[in-house]
């Protein structure tokens, strides 16, 4: 196990009341696998994917606890966590372009995590630089290296970025929706990439999404966030195949889109997700949920076992009936 | 995941048709005054001549003469250093206190950053005439005193561009991307930062150059900057007062220079600041 979060949760202040985003979650992600964070905006993914990495706002409110590789993350001095951030944990954003400083050539900037780390001087982080940069596969890796980042393409700084995240060595790699502004040949490429650089550098991935083409292609695990709450945890193709959480089988229908005939309608999930401060009592989905029953409206569901998965639901879909029934 | 909120910034039309060339054409004469002020002046600026004093502009003297014989020309050529350069001098030395201390303010924590930029509005609320005359009072009449008085005075503006502008680029995601890589806030700053605020800075200072001047020539004037024989501009019109009924030129050529140069910094500064908008 390389990283345990156990009760975490983390909110903000805003006009003397407090506004928690994320509530309390407990997960467990291995050595070695691909770890899939899942849900809609406003979710709390990509907060408790920062928190993990020590970069929660500064104004945020946490609590629980983040154990990685038996650190304790949360309330560490952040000098700490500058020093384990590019060795041991590296992060990948959403927009390559504006994750590159333009005014220095791509090679510098993934030199600039070796030096900044005291991993190597100038002279050698730069020639590890060109290593990095044929790692992700990019061809002619020299003349990238000396190229502004306006000057190469979108998949190409996408490869950068991965370059700088894992220039200095990581074991952990928090990918936070990295295919987003990417178009869909492109996106198969990095994904495929993802895929063979963690066997190459024995890589733990967590990946942040809400692309479920996304999570069909790498997950080996997924959890699936509402409202800032756990709805379900498991292995990938239960999850993906045989849905338990009503959440959950809504989101895998409204994804089937490809199977689905033409003519039939869109399965959109009826409403919007609850907005910060405003979610409801008892089950959170309880108002876009088509198994709600009165326990739902009054008591949250406990976390349980249910198969091969965990769950927090009062009338969770039975194994056989699941895909037929979230269709209806 | 984070989205830029740029302010809308205030848009400058860039210049157009022969005003810029002209703009530039200005600065080059500038140039060439403050570097070889010895080969384009064609008389001595300080050495007395009696027998020419106030001759209209004729080819010996293109701008005349003044009091005391002195061609007005070289005496505008050998200003230039003054008034310009003091001008310079003061905005670079306010562009880099300004920058620095900004940049500190804009990284520092909340409260330390209130502290700094409440000490910024004790500078900017504090009269630059009654601080000029408190300077020459206290270390004596002379270029040197509106240097020091018009550089106090004007390094706060400074710190609040720079400091206003960390704020906005730390949220940039690839300062973000930097800080998730564990690169320290100080190389943050150096690195990610600084070169940006760099090219907003520069815009700044080339129209403040033209305020600069306007201003050191201002106090000259009220008599609180060179002293004679110094041909500073602005003493040049102080000086040139009491015969203003008599030779208007005394008056008119070195008031057009300082017009011209003030004008000259801020459509170049124009220019400058719409490329960067494009």
New interface residues.
């Given amino acids: 196990m390389i990283l345990s979060v156990r009760d975490f949760a983390i909110g903000f202040q805003r006009e003397g009341q407090n506004l928690v985003a994320v509530d309390g979650i407990s997960f467990d992600v291995e050595a070695g696998e691909t770890f899939v964070i899942i849900g809609e905006s406003g979710s709390g993914k990509?907060l408790t994917g920062m928190s993990i990495?020590g970069?929660q706002p500064p104004t945020a409110f946490v609590s629980g606890s983040i154990r990685f590789k038996d650190r304790e993350m949360l309330k560490r001095p952040d000098a700490e966590l500058?020093?384990?951030?590019?060795?041991e944990i590296?992060?990948i954003?959403?927009?390559p372009l504006?994750?590159?400083?333009?005014?220095?050539p791509v090679g510098d900037?993934i030199a600039?995590?070796l030096v900044?780390?005291g991993l190597a001087g100038r002279a050698e982080a730069r020639k590890r630089a060109v290593e990095m940069l044929e790692r992700v596969r990019i061809p002619d890796p020299r003349r990238v290296a000396s190229a502004y980042p306006h000057e190469i393409s979108g998949g190409m700084r996408q490869r950068a970025?991965i370059a700088?995240?894992l220039?200095?060595g990581p074991s952990l790699l928090i990918a936070?929706?990295p295919t987003t502004a990417l178009d869909v040949t492109i996106k198969a490429q990095m994904l495929e990439l993802l895929a063979e650089l963690k066997h190459e550098m024995a890589l733990t991935i967590i990946l942040i999404t809400h692309d479920m083409g996304v999570v069909a292609e790498v997950a080996d695990r997924i959890l699936v966030l509402y409202a800032g709450r756990i709805a379900e945890v498991g292995p990938a193709d239960s999850i993906m195949l045989q849905p338990s959480h009503p959440y959950t089988a809504a989101l895998m229908t409204s994804a089937m889109i490809s199977q689905t005939p033409a003519k039939q309608e869109l399965n959109a999930i009826v409403g919007g997700a609850p907005g910060l401060g405003a979610f409801p009592a008892g089950c959170r989905f309880h108002p876009r949920c088509p198994r709600a029953q009165n326990d739902c409206k009054a008591v949250e569901p406990p976390r349980r076992k249910f198969g091969v998965v965990e769950l927090a639901c009062h009338h969770p879909i039975e194994a056989a009936m699941s895909l037929t029934a979230a269709r209806s | 995941m984070s989205i830029s909120t740029q302010p809308a910034r205030r848009t400058i039309a860039r210049p157009k048709g022969v005003l810029l060339p002209l703009a530039l054409l200005v600065l080059v004469i500038l140039a060439a005054f403050t570097l070889l002020p010895g080969l384009i002046a064609p008389h001595d600026p300080i050495a007395l001549a009696m027998a020419d004093r106030l001759k209209p502009p004729s080819l010996t003297h293109i701008f005349g003469t003044d009091e005391g014989g002195r061609d007005v020309f070289s005496r505008i050529v050998y200003g230039t250093r003054y008034s310009l350069g003091v001008a310079i001098a003061i905005v670079f030395a306010s562009a880099l206190f300004g920058v620095i201390y900004g940049a500190v303010s804009g990284m520092a924590r909340q409260g330390i950053d209130n502290l700094m930029m409440r000490i910024v509005d004790l500078f900017f609320g504090f009269p630059a005439l009654v601080l000029a005359l408190a300077v020459a009072a206290s270390i004596g009449r002379g270029l040197d005193s509106v240097a020091l008085s018009l550089a106090i005075i004007w390094w706060p503006g400074y710190a609040r561009l720079v400091r206003g502008e960390v704020l906005r680029l730390r949220e940039r995601p690839h300062v973000e991307a930097a800080r998730a890589l564990g690169v320290s806030e100080m190389t943050i700053l150096r690195r990610h930062i600084i070169p940006f605020v760099v090219q907003e800075v520069n815009v700044r200072i080339t129209t403040d150059i033209g305020y600069a001047l306007v201003a050191v020539t201002a106090l000259s004037f009220l008599g609180l900057g060179a002293n004679s024989p110094t041909p500073e501009w602005g003493l040049l019109i102080r000086d040139s007062r009491p015969y203003f009924g008599s030779a208007w030129w005394y008056l008119v050529f070195p008031g057009t220079m300082i017009m011209l140069t003030a004008t000259a910094f801020s459509l170049i500064g124009d220019a400058l600041a719409s490329r960067r908008a494009a």
């Fill in positions: 990509s990495a970069l500058r020093k384990l951030r590019g060795p590296g992060l954003y959403q927009d504006s994750s590159l400083n333009p005014v220095w900037q600039e995590t900044a780390h970025m700088m995240a220039a200095a936070d929706e």
